[in-house]
């Protein structure tokens, strides 16, 4: 079965750090670009970040560019988000998701998501 | 970058009705729209690539059409399952936007 399994949110004080991890099982993770995607409470879906197979190449939106860092372990079929400087406009649901290449890119499968709480 | 919008943000629907959602693209995008479903406390899940393409396990009632900036999701016969918000997102280049969502509730 293919699975995608957040892990590492919790609370975190503003200015914190915080490192997300997805571990992924049932299909060959280190052939596939993986996103995170996040959705802030009452909002919607913002994607955050990319990276592709061998991890040379990391994207991110504006909105997190020069405070998160995108990873991967080919060898740990896992990927990482590392979040420094944290704001309460950071608090929302992260996803790992996987790229889809037979699907024009779109997004599948998606893990359930775990959440980051940024608050004093 | 690219800017999506959708339209409505919100509609009331009854089981068995088509539901049609609106999704414009800043740019051109060719056919790089993809149709997403989200319900509360569950993962996102991939209903149609491509503008088009069915993902597959995906119910024949969903249905998308479009290319270049105008696309549209179509719910033919809507279900109780169906009561969701519904997200385009574009894949045209490596900053992936998502519309702001479609609530479909009864």
């Known amino acids: 079965e293919v699975q995608l399994v957040e892990s590492g949110g919790g609370l975190v004080q503003p200015g914190g750090s915080l490192r997300l991890s997805c571990a992924a099982s049932?299909?060959?993770?280190?052939?596939?670009?993986m996103h995170w995607v996040r959705q802030a409470p009452g909002k919607g879906l913002e994607w955050i970040s990319y990276i592709t197979t061998t991890g040379s190449n990391t994207y991110y939106a504006d909105s997190v560019k020069g405070r998160f860092t995108i990873s991967r372990d080919n060898g740990k079929n896992s990927l990482y988000l590392q979040m420094n400087s944290l704001r309460a406009e950071d608090t929302a649901v992260f996803y790992c998701?996987?790229?889809?290449?037979?699907?024009?890119?779109?997004?599948?499968?998606w893990g359930q998501g775990t959440l980051v709480t940024v608050s004093s | 970058d690219i800017q999506m919008t959708q339209s409505p943000s919100s509609l009331s629907a009854s089981i068995g009705d088509r539901v049609t959602i609106t999704c414009r693209a800043s740019q051109s995008i060719s056919t790089y729209l993809n149709w997403y479903q989200l319900k509360s406390g569950k993962a996102p899940k991939l209903l149609i690539y491509a503008a088009s393409s069915l993902q597959s396990g995906v119910p024949s009632r969903f249905s998308g059409s479009g290319s270049g900036t105008d696309f549209t999701l179509t719910i033919n016969s809507l279900q109780p399952e169906d009561f969701a918000t519904y997200y385009c997102q574009h894949s045209y280049t490596t900053q992936f936007t998502f519309g702001p969502g479609t609530k479909v509730d009864v």
């Open positions: 998701a996987t790229n889809c290449a037979m699907c024009y890119g779109g997004f599948d499968p």
């Open positions: 049932g299909f060959t993770f280190a052939s596939y670009g």
